[in-house]
């Protein structure tokens, strides 16, 4: 979809932006009450220069995130173009389990996958 200033509206860019595993949607809603969403931002930091930080929606009132993907994520505007084509997979190794992030713009990652650089 196109609006008339040729850039994809925002519903349509949240929807094809990230995409998430079933494993990862089915932890997201365990770990969410009462409407709440899993957050998803980008900061500067990490090994690599950036560092991917999850939270809970109702912890930060302030931000105005995206439209919820999955009707379980939503993204910090600002992290929309470090993110974009990634997909979400919930993860359980021997060491643990975590949400792990399968991104097509990072130039290079950490070991543990929390940061990335581009």
């Known amino acids: ?7 994809l509206s925002t519903a349509t860019l949240n ?4 995409t998430l595993t079933d494993k990862a949607k089915d932890y997201m809603k365990s770990v969410v009450y009462n409407g709440d ?15 991917y930080v999850w939270g809970l929606m109702n912890d930060s009132p302030d931000v105005k995130w995206s439209e ?4 379980v ?8 173009l470090y993110i974009l084509g ?3 997979d919930y993860v359980t190794e021997l060491g643990g389990s975590f949400l ?6 990072a130039s290079s990652s950490c070991g543990c996958g929390e940061s990335f650089g581009v």
């Open 15 to 18: 929807t094809c932006m990230i």
């Open 37 to 51: 969403k899993v957050t998803l931002s980008v900061t500067g930091g990490g090994c690599s220069g950036f560092q």
């Open 1 to 7: 979809m196109e609006t008339r200033r040729g850039l």
């Open 68 to 71: 919820p993907i999955d009707d």
């Open 73 to 80: 994520l939503v993204v910090d505007p600002l992290a929309e």
């Open 100 to 105: 792990a992030v399968k991104n097509p713009t």
């Open 86 to 88: 990634s997909e979400i």
